[in-house]
């Protein structure tokens, strides 16, 4: 029997379909790549944003075909989504199977393969439920991710993490230590961890911070990269330990999500913007090249002109690398959902754009600044546009497109020099 699962929204989603992949497997199932071989079908969904769900729900209309094709193909809904809408996903996909919250995937072979064929919904929370001595299918030959936290103990009053995730639980440290060691002995040198708050990590006397260097001093891991911290969760130790140890990467994702201490205040961000840009310039202080990402919302309930000027001159002075930015969407059951809004769509839209317009001057400057230096990338893949050359990332997280000079795999660590940038892709010369 065969199964294919598609996977909408963040890495963490990425992850799960992983572990997911895992456990059927350890069940007797194999993949099927072509999707309409499958026996069973299953969707990660996402909903942070409203259109994450009609992207998700349109996708899975799609398969009522297949269902009518071979009555006896399961289609099963998991993820945020499914935690969000539940039950009332059957009346917009009545064909569909099963509907799995994120707490019930170790069930899923049972689910799937008859003991609880019976039951529909699996959506309750379960706080005992870590996926301790789980481990994910390696994802890459050459990186993989492991999820370090699960949920989110903040509420941020636009978010619908903690809702459809429930509570922030961390993995046992033993368990992560295994998983990292696990993956370097398949040939991982990078290891990215998985968290809403990863920084706010700990469990059985270890921090953030303690942690990252356990992994470190794991032989085979080259380069350790984390997804996401939270602004409010740095101390002097860890910034020192990012500072100091040459394996975790200089490159951080840092979710702004308004400059305006008004709204940060609305949002329940738990910082203001000084302390934001205070991080930065700590980060830094001792690497000017040290890649700085970020997530921004505009048009925010109750965000005025003022505000917004504000966000962007925080954009302005944090230099980012690069940023994600949207639209803010009200989500059912979030604190802010019950505010009245006053900016039109159009009003949102109209922001949104000026601030894509700003940050991608500063996106392109950030990668003409890496002109003429040298640098180890982490070779990934052959380029997409022009297979005769391929694709490798910095130690900074920038995409460098390069001419092999001899062959190459990827994982392999090559030396380049970045000679020219386009856009915002660097192009480098291999030297060894
Ligand atoms: N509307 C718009 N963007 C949102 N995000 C989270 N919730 C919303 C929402 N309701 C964004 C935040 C977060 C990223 C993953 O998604 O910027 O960091
Ligand atoms: Fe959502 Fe805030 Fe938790 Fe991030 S920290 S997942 S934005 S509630």
Excluded at 21 to 29: F, N, S, V, Y
Excluded at 224 to 243: A, G, K
Excluded at 246 to 259: A, E, F, N, R, T
Excluded at 260 to 279: C, G
Aim: contains cysteine; glycine residues 6%.
């Amino acid at each position: 029997m065969k199964y294919h699962i598609v996977t909408f929204g963040c890495q963490m989603n990425e992850y799960d379909s992983a572990l997911i992949a895992g456990l059927l497997e350890g069940a007797g199932l194999r993949v099927s790549k072509n999707i309409e071989e499958a026996d069973f079908l299953f969707y990660n969904t996402c909903s942070v944003r409203e259109k994450a769900e009609e992207t998700a729900i349109a996708k899975i209309s799609q398969s009522r075909p297949l269902k009518q094709k071979n009555k006896k193909l399961k289609v099963i809904v998991l993820g945020c989504m499914a935690k969000n809408k539940g039950e009332q996903l059957f009346e917009k996909l009545p064909f569909i199977d099963h509907v799995i919250g994120t707490d019930h995937y170790r069930q899923i072979p049972e689910i799937v393969l008859g003991a609880k064929a019976n039951e529909r919904v699996f959506t309750d929370f379960d706080e005992k439920e870590n996926y301790d001595g789980t481990y994910a299918q390696i994802q890459n030959p050459f990186s993989t991710s492991i999820t370090i936290q699960r949920g989110c103990n903040k509420r941020c009053s636009y978010c619908i993490v903690p809702y459809v995730r429930g509570n922030e639980k961390n993995k046992d440290p033993l368990d992560i230590l295994a998983e990292v060691q696990m993956s370097v002995e398949k040939g991982i040198s990078e290891i990215t961890l998985l968290g809403q708050t990863v920084n706010a990590y700990k469990k059985d006397g270890e921090t953030f911070a303690s942690l990252l260097e356990k992994i470190s001093e794991i032989n085979g891991v080259k380069r350790i990269r984390f997804v996401s911290p939270h602004p409010r969760h740095y101390d002097d130790e860890l910034i020192s330990v990012l500072q100091s140890n040459s394996k975790i990467c200089h490159h951080v994702h840092l979710p702004l999500q308004s400059g305006s201490d008004t709204i940060l205040k609305k949002m329940r961000r738990q910082y203001t913007a000084e302390h934001f840009l205070s991080l930065i310039e700590a980060l830094r202080s001792k690497d000017p090249f040290y890649a700085v990402t970020t997530d921004i919302i505009s048009g925010f309930v109750g965000e005025t002109d003022s505000d917004f000027e504000k966000t962007l001159e925080v954009v302005k002075q944090a230099q980012f690398d690069n940023a994600f930015m949207f639209i803010y969407s009200p989500r059912i059951g979030t604190e802010s959902y019950l505010e009245k809004e006053i900016l039109s769509q159009e009003q949102k839209l109209l922001r949104h754009q000026q601030l894509v317009e700003i940050q991608n001057q500063i996106t392109s400057n950030r990668s003409q600044n890496m002109l003429g230096r040298v640098e180890e990338i982490l070779v990934e893949r052959p380029s997409s546009k022009d297979p005769s050359e391929w694709m490798g990332k910095t130690d900074n997280f920038k995409k460098v497109i390069f001419k092999p000079t001899s062959t190459v795999s990827p994982g392999d660590y090559l030396t380049c020099k970045i000679n020219e940038i386009r856009g915002w892709t660097l192009r480098g010369e291999v030297l060894s």
